[in-house]
């Protein structure tokens, strides 16, 4: 079925420094990604959505310049944490539609901590 | 916004008990997914629901989209250990976007 590969796994990293969550959708096109941030003991939370050769939309109280976007291709969607601080520790989750199994898949996520 | 409410919150059942949970809106959805997902992990697709009504099983799971597209159910018959871990009900929203309840955690006791 149709996987998304997501990288890295988990990374920690200093409060101030720059993190860079890469999501790549291996046997399909994925024109459209979702990122998700998970907190302990929560459920997924909508971040934004990132569309191949358009800006990226995020939902509402979510920074775009902290949490920056890219849909570099049609398989690469990129998330960049700017600026890390502590409160940004979570686990980061993308997922994209695939048409041909009328699914959405998901990546396996990144525990990101800062500390 | 769009809000999905799960119950129950959690769960402690026997293994070979069946299980059942429930998902309800306040609003309409097209679409119902119902996911499971491990510690550290993501959510995997259970079994996705198109039409009001529809059952749909996928082995010792089923789920029923709501008449109404308000609500969903989950049933999971002869659970094992590996049926631990966090329920998930979504909706698909009319912008695409999958909108997730709460979760329902399992445990099951051997």
């Known amino acids: 079925g149709a996987v998304v590969s997501q990288h890295p796994s988990r990374v920690i990293c200093k409060s101030g420094t720059s993190v860079k969550i890469e999501c790549r959708s291996l046997?399909?096109?994925?024109?459209?990604m979702f990122w998700y941030r998970q907190f302990p003991k929560q459920s997924l939370m909508l971040m934004a959505t990132s569309n191949e050769g358009s800006k990226a939309t995020y939902e509402q109280g979510v920074e775009k310049d902290k949490f920056l976007i890219n849909h570099a291709s049609l398989t690469l969607s990129t998330l960049t944490v700017t600026s890390a601080h502590p409160e940004d520790s979570s686990f980061y989750i993308c997922s994209a539609p695939d048409r041909a199994v009328s699914g959405y898949t998901f990546g396996s996520g990144t525990r990101l901590t800062v500390v | 916004g769009q809000q999905l409410n799960q119950s129950p919150q959690s769960m402690f059942i026997q293994e070979g008990e069946d299980v059942s949970m429930n998902c309800t809106s306040s609003s309409i959805f097209n679409t119902w997914l119902w996911y499971k997902q491990d510690p550290g992990e993501g959510p995997v697709l259970l079994i996705a629901?198109?039409?009001?009504?529809e059952l749909t099983s996928n082995g010792r799971l089923t789920a029923q989209f709501g008449i109404t597209r308000k609500d969903s159910f989950l049933n999971i018959s002869a659970s094992i250990p590996s049926d631990v871990g966090i329920y998930f009900c979504?909706?698909?929203?009319?912008?695409?976007?999958?909108?997730f309840g709460p979760g329902t955690s399992l445990s099951v006791i051997p």
């Open positions: 046997d399909f096109q994925a024109t459209t």
């Open positions: 979504a909706g698909l929203s009319s912008y695409d976007k999958v909108i």
């Open positions: 629901l198109y039409k009001a009504g």
